[in-house]
Nanobody, 122 residues
């Protein structure tokens, strides 16, 4: 079992930055793909970014160039640095973890956190 707890969300003005954190419990953290998804009101949850055990990263086109995902395997943490935030980045951001070779599509057995709200004001 893996438990994920997100933090770092909040209210920020457009153009600002936020750093989201996800703390993971459980064994073999370094073996998991760690990812961030988001869900805006009235919309489906969408992929934001992922990082695998080899620090290979993937980004959604909507955040490419503005987001940086990183992980600290010694501390069982994954981070998402978001810069140049836009109102359309407003969403609940979820941390996810899974074993798979697919970096942007979590399998049914993926672990999810409870989410952290990010609100970007114009």
């Amino acid at each position: 079992q893996v438990q994920l707890v997100e933090s770092g969300g909040g209210l920020v003005q457009a153009g600002g930055s936020l750093r989201l954190s996800c703390a993971a419990s459980g064994r073999s953290f370094s073996s998991y793909i760690m990812a961030w998804f988001r869900q805006a009101p009235g919309k489906e949850r969408e992929f934001v970014s992922a990082i695998n055990w080899g620090a290979i990263t993937r980004y959604a086109d909507s955040v490419k160039g503005r987001a940086t995902i990183s992980r600290d395997n010694a501390k069982n943490m994954v981070f998402l640095q978001m810069n140049s935030l836009k109102p359309e980045d407003t969403a609940v951001y979820y941390c996810a973890a899974w074993y798979s070779s697919t970096m942007s599509t979590p399998p049914k057995g993926a672990y999810w956190g409870q989410g952290t709200q990010v609100t970007v004001s114009s």
